[in-house]
């Protein structure tokens, strides 16, 4: 029989595990725009003691580029309509008395921003600067001076205006994302202002004296209005999916492991990536090693670009996130398939009736002439998986008890065996779907039990590796090669993704584009 251990990935142990119930859906109305900025502006999540991630990712520089490029061409959208305001002030002149003025709403018609700039804000999370932006926006008014009472319209011209923000990010104790305003100053010096209808001739005389006072206020509501963003975000975060149920068997915890540690070049987010049974408490495998993300792209990674171009993103999927999800299915008994005479191609060389298996147990024939028989596919143990540099490694491990299905409909056992198989894995990346080959590197068969003599197993077994070589192995790389979409949030998808195999985890390295 062919040696399978030696490809076989190690067990370091096992670790109880109970998952509580987390929320499972979006709330409806929650915005989409979270997750994008989330993704963008969300950077290094350390784990907690004693737990790795199963899923890493880090953002580069040229990812809070992307989204500050993205983010202001979403926010100049979102600004050119009408916004409540309610400003409200009064001016003293000792000439003519107080000037009381109310702005209830304000519409922004332009907002020209010269000189901006994102980066990581080291141990607390993203730093915004503006310099230089100019903005002009009209408004209706209302306002009182002695006994008179007026309205009409006023436009504002605001030039050398200048922001600085500081988000912060963070992780509440469900590994939930936390975000909040961690300082904003506003400065604009250059307002001019114009009244209109009513008695703005008035006003107008006035005007240079109000600009100061107006000037203080809005630089205030500004920094008002960028925190209400900021609590808005953080509110839609609380809703935020940790696991997601795939189907009736298992679903993945997503969540984060820790608060952010943030450098000055990147941000590295762990997520825990486990697979875990639907409302079971489980033995889980072997915990996630450590993963150290690259410094530098690694030589094996494929690519047509500068050396200097750092993708925006690299994601790394360790072989813990594949073993997590095989052991989820196997413990839920969901790695079982029954196989009937009609389901195999009529060109294969074993078909399952007794007369094509009778060459291999003689009293099969004898017993049961010519009848049609049925093989019950399980898995004995969870299917092992490895990632090495030069392939992904797998190491699956069977039971197929064949029963002989008689005229009226009864199934008689005929043999138990056990078919353990090797196989190697090429996985590849192209725009969002996640494909790759598969071929088969080592199969054994062993007769464990037969109700109908003997087995002649090593003719059996050389003959299921041709034609699992002929039709099994060309029939998986027809699907694989298809590939399946990879979840990505609304809108978003990878841009000229490469991948490369590294010891224990799969790296991607890809760019990232927007689309409404």
């Known amino acids: 029989m062919a040696e399978l251990g030696a490809t076989a990935p190690a067990v370091r142990g096992t670790t109880t595990a109970c998952h509580a119930s987390r929320s499972q859906h979006h709330p409806q109305g929650t915005p989409g725009l979270a997750w994008l900025c989330l993704l963008l502006l969300l950077t290094a999540c350390v784990p907690a003691a004693g737990t790795n991630p199963g899923i ?64 990581f804000a080291e141990d607390v999370g993203v730093r915004l600067t503006v310099q230089r932006a100019r903005i002009r926006l009209s408004a209706e008014w209302e306002a009182q001076l002695g006994a008179i009472k007026d309205r009409g319209s006023i436009e504002l011209r605001m030039n050398d205006l200048a922001v600085a923000a500081v988000l912060g990010v963070s992780v509440d104790g469900s590994g939930r994302p936390v975000v909040w305003s961690a300082g904003c100053d506003a400065r604009g010096t250059d307002l001019h202002m114009e009244f209109h209808r009513g008695h703005s001739w008035l006003y107008n005389l006035l ?11 809005l630089n205030k509501q500004l920094c008002l209005e960028l925190r209400r963003g900021v609590y808005r975000l953080e509110a839609a975060l609380k809703h935020t999916r940790v696991s997601t149920q795939l189907d009736s068997f298992a679903a993945i915890d997503h969540s984060l492991l820790g608060p952010p540690a943030i450098t000055a070049e990147h941000g590295d987010v762990a997520l825990k990536g ?7 408490c489980q033995q889980r495998p072997c915990p996630a090693l450590p993963v150290a993300l690259p410094v530098a792209l690694p030589a094996a990674l494929p690519t047509a670009l500068p050396v200097a171009h750092e993708p925006m993103l690299l994601l790394a999927v360790t072989e813990f996130v594949a073993n997590s999800a095989a052991f989820a299915y196997f413990t839920a008994g969901a790695l079982r398939r029954n196989i009937s005479s009609n389901m195999l191609p009529r060109r294969f060389p074993l078909q399952l009736r007794t007369k094509s298996l009778g ?53 008689v056992p005929a043999f138990l065996l056990n078919i353990d198989a090797n196989v190697t894995g090429k996985p590849t990346i192209a725009g969002n779907r996640l494909g790759g080959t598969v071929s088969l590197t080592g199969l054994s068969v062993a007769q464990m039990t037969s109700h109908v003599g003997p087995v002649e197993v090593k003719r059996l077994e050389t003959l299921l590796k041709f034609g699992l070589w002929l039709f099994g192995v060309p029939w998986a790389n027809k699907r694989l090669r298809a590939g399946v979409p990879l979840p990505t949030p609304h809108g978003l ?24």
């Open 56 to 119: 890493k990712a880090r953002l580069t520089r040229r990812a809070l580029e992307f989204g500050r490029q993205l983010g202001l061409e979403l926010l100049q959208s979102r600004l050119q309509k009408e916004h409540e305001l309610n400003l409200n002030g009064s001016y003293h002149s000792p000439l003519l008395g107080t000037l009381t003025y109310a702005v209830p709403r304000i519409h922004i018609h332009e907002l020209q921003i010269n000189d901006s700039a994102v980066d």
């Open 359 to 411: 060459v291999f147990s003689p009293q099969l024939q004898e017993r049961y002439p010519d009848q049609p028989m049925e093989l019950h596919l399980s898995a004995r143990r969870q299917p092992l998986l490895s990632c090495r540099p030069d392939a992904l490694h797998g190491a699956l491990f069977s039971s197929a008890e064949a029963f002989v299905v008689l005229p009226n409909a009864t199934r």
């Open 207 to 217: 005007a240079p004296l109000a600009q100061r006072v107006l000037r203080q206020e």
């Open 493 to 516: 998808s990878l841009l000229s993704p490469r991948l490369s195999l590294q010891e224990g985890f799969v790296l991607i390295a890809t760019d990232l584009q927007y689309q409404s």
């Open 274 to 280: 486990e697979f875990f049974r639907v409302g079971k």
